[in-house]
């Protein structure tokens, strides 16, 4: 046992060449790898609804971040480092998503996550991305960023949402248009969010809810959900999506027939939707919730001008090419928000790789005020870094001769409300 | 509401559902008759008759009308003439095997489904009606002084709808007619009555497979010219009617046009009352049951003259 044969020696000794010589061989291969680290793009892996329910947010929030990444590529990157936008369709599927956001992490070896717009989409995709510890920026509005269903490493500094959205809105509406409101929103998450926290706001105003109806995402005919308005309501709060929205509104607009309730909606029922389409003239004098004013309102900012020009859309918010290409502009600014935060968290924490990502996370999470600037051209806001959720300014327009013209404009302080989850409490 | 107008609202847009379904299933029922094809693409013929009328109509720049008028015309006739294309170079080598043709109509579906996603895209886009008046209609209460006329909101139609009831209620006339009064109606019933005796007596049965499959897709490109005012041209909007059609033939008995009609007019008004005073879900449950319920018990459908 203790004499080594003379072919068992040989066969050590090959053994240790070989690993030399892989050693040797990688060498250059390592010197090659390093360099790169420096040089290389910074890959975005971005989430997009290009087909589906989606769909027509998709096309737009892919022009918003092609926009947006052009600017910082000219602006010399990200710590001198390009931007590379690595695209993936989801078909607006939670399913198809969480393999998305696992294509992005492990297939295409991508930085981070981003861009995630419906709700069902983020809640089905967040979770793969907290165990793969891929930051995932969504921007979504939805309230499960904020309420603390999802995790550390997702997080939504680029749109409001849903809970503050409404909680600003409902004083507006109770004291401007009634107090007896039916609520007609999808059913599913988003629409949820709709259906809990502006109940209990316009409660909080001293108003009721007299019937929640909930519309299937995919429904196509609506007519026959709308009996079921009682006959006292003074306010018909509406928020629809979906490729049918415009004849949601139609009908609407057919049922009523000119009387009925006041009239208040999320612009959500009519994104991507010209506004002076046949068959909605009905809705001159109603009130919309925008987050971004769609319509050039007269003090616009310089910012503004300049994200308008440099996404390709028009005064009245339809594309610069085609006038009845119509925008998804309320929602759009925030994939030019995020983006730009992500480059602000990437600069302070020193990014280099996907080993620093935790540091990117801590980076954001120490945001607090983003002032108005071309970096954030909807308006000013207040990062919570424990909700991981951006708060800022909304916007109540009123349909006048066509155009969507701005009346209100709350501020963050009306659209904020108690931590609900302390994201920072949770290991990175 | 109250529960009259909420009745008659119902009744309304039941009838509007049951108009264009009955339509769309004559198409399918035809097929299933004649040639025993199950046609799983049916609904993508619907859908394409809907996307090639917005099509139409957006490169009309005249009046919306005379676009809709022209869509009206030629869908049906270019998605009858891909439908014998599709026949001639696929059904037709299979030899119309029942289990082949499944698959490959299922093939099909898919075919013409991506195809139109990648050329038309993602996007739901309207097609304006040619007339298009919201029609308001009284009701009569009585109050204090007796009965009284009254305009309650939400009571109400829309010229264009009506105008879709009366064009299916013609068309359906026209199809009957077809079948019943024409050389070419008899020829098809003799295709289906028995295929080798007809073979046997000269009827050039290949070319009936491809007329009927050509005029079964027509059918439902009209079907989907006629909703697309009403609910935008969509690359996904040919499941719907595919399901509905599927159980509407089911329900009537597979191959039997009265049988058919008869049950997209059941279909359509219980999906439009059962919707409006419950759910839409539950109109669709109840659907499916009753047509689990007429396999169970009478499995050649209400009107079926055989077993299918």
């Not at chain 1, 290389?40 to 998709?58: E, L, M, N, S």
């Not at chain 1, 599927?93 to 069902?120: M, W």
């Not at chain 2, 198409?27 to 693409?41: C, D, E, K, P, T």
Request: hydrophobic share 45%.
């Amino acid at each position: 046992m203790n004499t080594l044969k003379p072919g068992q020696k040989t066969g050590i000794t090959r053994r240790g060449a070989l690993a030399g010589g892989i050693a040797a061989a990688s060498l250059p291969l390592w010197a090659r790898y390093s360099h790169a680290q420096t040089a290389a793009p910074i890959k975005i892996g971005f989430q997009v609804h290009r087909t589906g329910i989606g769909a027509a947010y998709g096309r737009w929030y892919d022009r918003t971040t092609q926009a947006a990444v052009k600017l910082i590529n000219e602006g010399g990157g990200i710590n001198g480092r390009m931007v590379e936008i690595v695209a993936e369709d989801d078909g607006t599927d939670p399913k198809r998503g969480a393999e998305v956001v696992e294509k992005f992490a492990n297939q295409h070896g991508c930085d981070i996550g981003f861009g995630t717009l419906f709700s069902h989409v983020v809640i089905g995709s967040a979770p793969r991305a907290g165990e793969l510890k891929l930051p995932y920026f969504v921007v979504s509005e939805g309230h499960h960023v904020a309420s603390g269903m999802l995790n550390r490493y997702t997080l939504q500094p680029g749109i409001t949402d849903v809970k503050s959205q409404v909680q600003a809105m409902a004083p507006y509406v109770a004291a401007n248009l009634g107090k007896k409101v039916t609520m007609v929103f999808p059913d599913f998450a988003f629409g949820h969010d709709h259906r809990d926290f502006f109940t209990q706001a316009i409660e909080a105003q001293g108003g009721e809810v007299l019937a929640h109806i909930a519309i299937p995402p995919s429904e196509t005919s609506f007519t026959k959900y709308f009996p079921k308005i009682p006959r006292d309501t003074e306010v018909l709060y509406h928020v629809m999506v979906g490729p049918a929205v415009l004849t949601f509104v139609k009908e609407l607009g057919e049922f009523f027939g000119g009387q009925g309730p006041a009239l208040f909606g999320f612009i959500d029922s009519l994104e991507a939707v010209a506004i002076d389409s046949p068959g909605l003239e009905f809705l001159e004098n109603s009130y919309f919730w925008e987050g971004m004013c769609r319509d050039q309102q007269p003090d616009q900012s310089e910012y503004e001008t300049a994200y308008r020009t440099a996404v390709g859309v028009n005064e009245h918010g339809a594309s610069v090419s085609d006038p009845r290409d119509v925008a998804t502009y309320a929602h759009m600014f925030g994939c030019w928000e995020t983006l730009h935060v992500i480059k602000a968290g990437m600069e302070a924490a020193g990014y280099t790789g996907p080993q620093d990502r935790a540091a990117l996370i801590e980076a954001v999470e120490a945001m607090t005020t983003l002032p108005e600037s071309l970096a954030h051209p909807q308006g000013d806001k207040i990062f919570n870094g424990k909700t991981h959720q951006v708060f800022g300014h909304q916007n109540i327009s009123r349909v006048e001769g066509g155009k969507l013209v701005r009346v209100h404009r709350t501020s963050i302080e009306d659209t904020l409300y108690p931590d609900e989850v302390d994201y920072t409490a949770q290991p990175l | 509401m109250e529960l009259g107008p909420y009745l008659v609202l119902a009744t309304l847009e039941g009838a509007v559902t049951a108009a264009v379904l009955a339509l769309t299933a004559v198409g399918l029922s035809l097929v299933f008759g004649v040639m025993r094809v199950v046609n799983i693409a049916h609904g993508e013929f619907f859908m394409l008759g809907a996307v090639l009328a917005w099509w139409i109509a957006q490169s009309v720049v005249e009046h919306p009308a005379i676009g809709f008028a022209l869509a009206l015309v030629a869908a049906p006739l270019i998605v009858g003439a891909l439908a014998v294309a599709a026949d001639m170079t696929i059904l037709k080598r299979l030899d119309y095997d029942p289990e082949r043709t499944i698959v490959a109509t299922i093939g099909l579906l898919y075919i013409i489904q991506q195809v139109t996603l990648m050329g038309y895209g993602p996007d739901a886009r309207p097609v304006e009606a040619p007339f298009n008046t919201r029609l308001a209609l009284p009701w009569f209460e009585h109050g204090a002084e007796g009965w009284q006329m009254i305009w309650p909101w939400g009571l109400g139609t829309t010229s264009y709808k009506l105008a879709v009831i009366g064009a299916a209620v013609a068309l359906l006339c026209a199809v009957w007619a077809l079948m019943a009064r024409t050389r070419i109606g008899l020829v098809m019933r003799a295709t289906q009555a028995d295929r080798e005796m007809a073979l046997a007596f000269g009827i050039p049965v290949e070319r009936v497979y491809a007329g009927v499959f050509g005029l079964g897709a027509a059918l439902a490109a009209l079907a989907g010219v006629l909703i697309v005012p009403i609910q935008q041209a969509h690359y996904l909007m040919g499941a719907d009617p595919l399901l509905l059609s599927f159980i509407v033939v089911i329900i009537g008995g597979l191959g039997s046009l009265p049988g058919t009609v008869l049950a997209a007019v059941l279909i359509g008004l219980s999906d439009g009352i059962i919707s409006v005073f419950f759910s839409p879900t539950l109109a669709k449950i109840l659907a499916t049951l009753l047509v689990g319920l007429v396999l169970v018990f009478r499995p050649q459908g209400l009107f079926g003259a055989r077993g299918a």
